[in-house]
């Protein structure tokens, strides 16, 4: 039987252990996306957030987790629904994992869910023995997701696919509501004093290739917490001041040091500073 990690594995940056465990664990992403795919997961949920971004979109740093919303809000959405095919996909594939569901001890809009693996026993007979003999034989890889079953109007919707393990079609947000999941992320998001730098990085990638901010999507995303008032317009204006009062409250030292494990070049971080951040701003349309 093919030994799809290895397939999939191969050119994936692999010179250094982090690179291997990145390198893995988006596989790992990407055979999820297969396997929920053909479970018809993608008829009632789409695709968003960082991993979408790289996988999609080519952006240069890994992510951790996949992001699902679903198009229309339900209450009888239930994820356990998916939980079997998932196993059998991986199982069917010869890959040892375990998925299971996040049990919550309080309710939420959200509901979650993973698919985890030892380390060591999925590398074994992909990388050479020097490369993983600092990872722990208990060592887990852990790929979650998260589906927001109580998503806010306005999102544009695209088709994709994906070839690997096999072709298969993936229903996820477009380019500018996906940029809105971003820069709503970087307002709200409630990280105190270690503020999610991997953030920042995604809203340099989103500026430098002229992407439109889906306004509307963000708008109601604002609503739904209460930051903007139901009836009220959002401009761009009104954005970039609200990520520039954002921006006095980073550290970006600390905020570089979130994004170091995700990317193979560092140079680009050299420039992070809030006079860096505000031309960014500046440049948003």
């Known amino acids: 039987m093919e030994n799809i990690l290895k397939t999939m594995m191969a050119g994936r940056p692999q010179d250094t252990q982090l690179e291997i465990q990145n390198s893995l664990r988006e596989v790992m992403q990407e055979i999820t996306l ?8 993608f008829n009632e949920a789409s695709f968003y957030g960082g991993t979408a971004l790289r996988l999609f979109h080519g952006l240069d740093r890994y992510s951790e987790d996949l992001d699902f919303s679903l198009r229309e809000v339900s209450d009888k959405f ?57 990872i722990y034989p208990t ?27 096999y072709p298969c079609e993936i229903s996820m947000f477009d380019t500018g509501s996906l940029y809105a999941g971003k820069v709503h992320a970087i307002l709200c998001r409630n990280w105190g004093h270690r503020f999610k ?15 439109s901010l889906n306004l509307e999507s963000l708008r109601n995303r604002l609503i739904q917490i209460g930051t903007v008032e139901d009836g009220d317009a959002l401009t761009l204006a009104d954005v970039k001041d609200m990520l520039l009062r954002k921006m006095d409250e980073i550290d970006f030292e600390t905020a570089k040091t979130d994004v170091v494990p995700f990317i193979r070049d560092e140079r680009p971080l050299s420039v992070w500073s809030r006079e860096f951040f505000v031309d960014v701003i500046s440049r948003m349309i």
């Open 34 to 41: 297969y396997a929920l795919s053909s479970s018809g997961f």
């Open 78 to 134: 239930d994820l356990s629904n998916y939980i079997e095919s998932l196993q059998s996909s991986f199982d069917r594939l010869g890959i040892s994992v375990d998925v299971g569901i996040k049990n919550k001890s309080f309710k939420s809009k959200m509901e979650s869910a993973f698919v985890k693996g030892n380390t060591k026993a999925l590398l074994i007979d992909i990388c050479p023995d020097e490369k993983i003999s600092r």
């Open 139 to 165: 060592d887990r890889i852990k790929v979650k997701f998260e589906i927001d079953t109580d998503p806010p109007a306005g999102a544009g919707y695209e088709k994709r696919f994906l070839l690997s393990p």
């Open 197 to 211: 730098g991997r953030d920042l990085y995604d809203l340099v990638f989103y500026v430098s290739r002229n992407i």
